[in-house]
Structure formats: C-alpha cells, structure tokens
C-alpha cells in the first residue's frame, strides 16, 4: 500500500507476516488480528518457560541444541533465546562489510568480542566461504562493485592462495584464548583437502608459537558435511576431525541438482527428500564410528517435522537461527 498523507492520523494494523498495512480495518480485520496477537503471546509466554531448561527427550536423551548467526549483533539473540552456544558463525560478513580485505586484527576483535560475549559456551566459527559457489559469488558481485575485485581473486585461488585462509586462522587461534572457539571448514570435498588444510594450520600454530603469540593449541576442528562427495567419503573424513557438522542447505542443491537460490525451482526443492535424510543417516553412523560428534547446521535442523527422526537418527548437535532454539527444545521436550 502506498503511503499518503490523508492515512495520518488513522488507525491501522500492520502485519509484519506478510509486510501489509491496513488502514482503518473494518470490526471484523480487526478482531482476527486482535486474536492472532493474543495467540502469539501466549505462544511467546510458553516458550519463555523453557529457558533455562535441557534439551532432553523425556527419556532423558540429550542433545546440543545452538543457533546460527550472521553477524556479532546476533549474539543478543542467541542468548535471549537461551541457545547453548553457536553452531554456526558465518563469517562472510566481516568481509562484506569492509571495503578491503579484513586484516587479521580486526577480525581477531570480532571473534574474541563473540567468544567473550558467549561467556564459556561453544562458539564455532566456520573459516569464509565463499570459493566454490557461483551463485554466492554473482551474490556478492551485486552486492557492492568495490569487493568484485579481492572476490574474484579469492574464488580463484581461496584454497591455492593461502594468505587470506592463514590471516583468518590466525585470528581465529588468537581469539580461542578468550573463550571456547571451535573451527570449521566449509565445502570439503576430500580427504586431501582436509590434509592441506592440517598442514596450514600446523604452520600458523608454528608462526604464532615463535612469535610469542598465546592460543590454544587443542582447538575443536570439524568440517561441514554440505557435499554429496564429504558424505560418501565421511567413514574417512572422520579419521581427520573432530567433528561433523550437516550443511543441508548446500547438500541439498548439489545431492538434488537445484539451485537453492533459483527461487522458481523452490517447489521441487524437496528438503525431505530419501536421499537427504539417507544421507544424514550415513554421515552421523560414520562419525559415531570414529567417536566423533555430527550435527545439522543447515535449515533442515529447524524443521521440527523432523526432529524426531534427528534424534532416532543419533543425532548430537542441532543448530537452529535463534527464533528456532526455543520452538525445536519444545519439541524434543515432549518426545519420549
Ligand atoms: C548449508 O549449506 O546448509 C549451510 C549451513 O551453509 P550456508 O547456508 O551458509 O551455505
Ligand atoms: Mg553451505
């Protein structure tokens, strides 16, 4: 609705669900509104009572249950929905932001900042990602004309070049001493890889060490699991880490051949698809047995359709956007 002054003044209704404004809304709008709210808050008041409380069956099987984040001002929403950490910091954002590239200081405020905010809880940061999706890239290309450049040099060459990995790292370690940092790498594809990055890591431990430079040498590091080639080789990619964390998102446009972000293919897009969840059932049966821990960081956590079959599944590690957290532990409180 276009705004216009004769509007000043009236009653209206304005409905963030769909992104309407009604002026002057006959009795009836009125009323059905009226309830829609009222339903939302009781909704809000019952959640609000599971703060505080475990994410646990009634059986008493426990899962971790974090949130995914964008942005450091996030992190107010992670703790006011009472997430047990963050399962995923995406940390794209620190460099959409900045007209060059970020150096390792400032990125190193940013981690330390949330590890700190987070107070001793799990924060795992996932290492940039951007070099292998193209619809990411054209995103970001659009995005602003200043970064075209350093994007184009890093989709390249993010994993040949390994400058801009080795500064992230670098920070990332400096920040681990402020708090309980996790590290985790996106896009993996292969057993090689997951080496190569082991051996960058051993040198920045190296170079930190002779430079006097504090961090913790036993810092948590897992890969996503977002490709349809990590699951299948996840029996040995499980020998390489510590943890598995389920990238549904990606896994399901690359195991489908559908581009999540083609918004008129979303009505086949089916994320509940057999081979998804096939899939998922692979990767956390191939962690467990290397004794390691596998969780879903993609949208396909928050669906609690299938929270129950997560958990049957083994499951360990759900992690939900923050509005989620408190919906998807209702739920599992509730299953037997
Ligand atoms: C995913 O692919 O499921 C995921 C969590 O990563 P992103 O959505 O950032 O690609
Ligand atoms: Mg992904």
């Not at 405020?109 to 193209?134: E, F, W």
């Not at 994007?151 to 990332?172: E, G, M, N, P």
């Not at 370690?173 to 985790?184: D, P, T």
Request: proline content about 2%; overall charge negative.
């Amino acid at each position: 609705i276009e705004y216009d002054d004769s509007m000043d003044g009236k009653m209206a209704v304005v409905d963030g669900k769909t992104g309407s404004l009604i002026v002057e809304p006959d009795a009836d709008t009125l009323k059905k509104y009226q309830d829609q709210k009222d339903e939302e808050l009781r909704q809000r008041a019952m959640l609000k009572e599971l703060k505080g409380k475990t994410t646990e069956t009634k059986s008493g099987h426990k899962i971790h249950l974090y949130a995914n984040i964008g942005s450091t001002g996030d992190v107010a929403s992670v703790l006011a929905n009472d997430a047990e950490g963050i399962g995923l910091f995406r940390s794209e954002f620190i460099y959409l932001e900045k007209d060059n590239y970020p150096t390792e200081e400032e990125q190193f405020q940013i981690y330390k900042a949330v590890a700190q905010n987070m107070a001793g809880k799990k924060v795992i940061i996932r290492t940039l990602d951007i070099g292998r999706s193209t619809s990411r890239l054209i995103t970001l290309i659009w995005h602003t004309r200043r970064i075209r450049q350093w994007v184009i040099v890093q989709s390249v060459s993010v994993w040949t070049d390994q400058k801009y990995f080795k500064t992230q790292l670098r920070a990332l370690f400096r920040a681990s001493m402020f708090g309980n940092i996790s590290i985790m790498y996106p896009m993996i594809i292969s057993v090689t890889e997951v080496k190569q990055i082991k051996a960058i890591v051993a040198e920045v431990k190296k170079e930190l060490t002779e430079q006097g430079i504090p961090f913790k040498d036993d810092v948590e590091q897992g890969v996503m699991i977002e490709t349809p080639a990590a699951v299948m080789i996840s029996d040995l990619l499980a020998k390489e880490v510590d943890f598995f964390s389920i990238g549904t998102n990606d896994l399901t446009q690359y195991t489908l051949a559908i581009d999540r972000q083609n918004a008129k293919l979303d009505n086949i897009y089916d994320s509940h698809h057999e081979a998804v969840l096939r899939m998922i059932q692979m990767v956390i049966d191939n962690a467990h047995k290397e004794g390691i821990w596998a969780g879903i960081c993609g949208e396909l956590g928050a669906d609690t359709t299938l929270t129950e079959r997560f958990i049957q599944m083994g499951i360990d590690e759900l992690s939900v956007s923050p509005t989620f957290v408190l919906p998807v532990r209702k739920i599992v409180r509730e299953l037997d």
